[in-house]
C-alpha cells in the first residue's frame, strides 16, 4: 500500500474518532496531561508493547508520513507494520528478541546481519525475515556471517579464509597475523609518534599489486602497509588489491589495509569490531607520523574508501 494512500485512509479514521470525542465531557487539565504522557511513550491498551517513540525513530518513512502522532504510528503499525515484520519496541518483532531466534538456523542474528553487511542493509534495511531470507539464499552460501561467532560452523577466533597460503606450503591464522602487527607496537621505527612522511620509502620484497618483489615503491602510509603485511606474514603471502566502498565492502579481517581518504591515506586494520564495519587501526604519515588505535567506520561515505589491499582471499 502507497504511504501517501495509507496516510489518507488513517486521517479518516482519525478524524471519525475525533468527532466522536468532541462529544464527550472535557476532563480536567491534570488527567488530560497524564494521558497526553501515556500517549507520548505509549500506554497500557497498545499491543505488543508498541512504542510509539521507539516505533517512529526506527523507521524513518513511517516518521516522514505521521511525524510523532502516537495514534497515527499505531494505525500504522496494526494494519501494515505489523504484517510487514516492522518492530512494535526495542524488544524485536511481536514474539520475538532483537538477538537470534531460536527459529532460525546457525543461530541467525538478524541485528548482527544487518549491521555487519551494510549493502544488504540497504537493500533490506532491518526488516528481519528478508535479512533472514538473504542469508539463506544468498549469504550462507557467501560465507556470510550469520551471527557474531562466524561462518556457520566456525568460531570468530579461528575464521582462516580460504588462500592464506604462504609460500612454504602452510597456512596462517588471523591470531598469528595480529600478534605480529600488535609486536611492533613497541619496536623503535614502529612507535606512537615515530616521525614518518613520504620521504619514508619501502620497495616491496613479495608481490604487491601483481608487481614482483623490488618494483613496486611504496610511500608514507602506503610503504608503511606494504611492511606491515609482509612481516606479519613472514614475507610469504603476496598482496592483491580487492574493490571495496562503503556499501560494499567484503567480509574484514586483520591485516585489511583500506585505501581511504578518497585514494590519500592507507591504514592497517588491528581490529575489526562486531558490526563488521568499524575498525582499529595502525598508520603512518597521519600528521606526519606512526599512530596506533584510531577508530574509523569504513561504512560511512565521509571516510571515502575506494579500495582495500589484502593478504586474504576475498
Keep these: 500500500m502507497a504511504m501517501k494512500s495509507f ?59 505521521f511525524g510523532n502522532d502516537a495514534a497515527m504510528l499505531y494505525q500504522h503499525y496494526l ?34 546481519y544487518a549491521n555487519k553487511y551494510p549493502d544488504v542493509k540497504a537493500a533490506f534495511g532491518t526488516d528481519a525475515a528478508l535479512l533472514y531470507q538473504h542469508y539463506l539464499l544468498c549469504g550462507k552460501a557467501e560465507g556470510r556471517w550469520p551471527n557474531a561467532a562466524g561462518p556457520a560452523g566456525t568460531s570468530a577466533a579461528v575464521v582462516q579464509p580460504a588462500g592464506l597460503l604462504t609460500t612454504a606450503g602452510t597456512y596462517l591464522s588471523e591470531e598469528y597475523v595480529y600478534n ?14 615515530t616521525y614518518y612522511t613520504n620521504g619514508t620509502r619501502y620497495y616491496n620484497t613479495v608481490s604487491c599489486e ?17 611492511d606491515m603485511l609482509e612481516y606479519a606474514t613472514d614475507y610469504q603471502c603476496p598482496i592483491v ?3 571495496a566502498s562503503w556499501n560494499n565492502l567484503p567480509v574484514l579481517h586483520v591485516g585489511d589495509s583500506p585505501r581511504t581518504n578518497n585514494d590519500q591515506h592507507t591504514v592497517v586494520i588491528t581490529e575489526v569490531h562486531a558490526d563488521g564495519h568499524t575498525v582499529t587501526v595502525t598508520e603512518a604519515n597521519f600528521n606526519s607520523s ?6 574509523i567506520d569504513l561504512a560511512d561515505p565521509r571516510e571515502g574508501l575506494v ?7 576475498k
Design 290 to 295: 606512526v599512530h596506533w588505535g584510531r577508530v
Design 241 to 243: 588489491k580487492v574493490p
Design 180 to 193: 605480529k602487527i600488535m609486536g611492533r607496537k613497541n619496536v623503535p621505527g614502529y612507535t606512537e609518534g
Design 7 to 65: 496516510k489518507k485512509i488513517i486521517m479518516t479514521a482519525v478524524a471519525l474518532s475525533l468527532s466522536a470525542f468532541l462529544v464527550m465531557p472535557v476532563q480536567a487539565a491534570d488527567n488530560a496531561a497524564a494521558d497526553e504522557q501515556v500517549m507520548v511513550r505509549g500506554g497500557e491498551d497498545y499491543i505488543d508493547g508498541f512504542d510509539p517513540v521507539f516505533y517512529a525513530n526506527k523507521y524513518p518513512d513511517v516518521y516522514a508520513a
Design 79 to 112: 494494519l501494515c507494520g505489523k504484517a510487514e515484520g516492522r518492530w512494535p519496541n526495542a524488544a524485536g518483532p511481536a514474539g520475538t528478541s532483537a538477538a537470534a531466534s531460536t527459529d532460525y538456523i546457525d543461530g541467525f542474528d538478524p541485528v548482527f
Design 307 to 313: 579500495y582495500i589491499d589484502t593478504i586474504w582471499a
Design 210 to 226: 601483481g608487481y614482483g618483489p623490488g618494483h613496486f615503491l611504496g610511500m608514507g602510509c602506503y610503504g608503511y602497509m606494504m
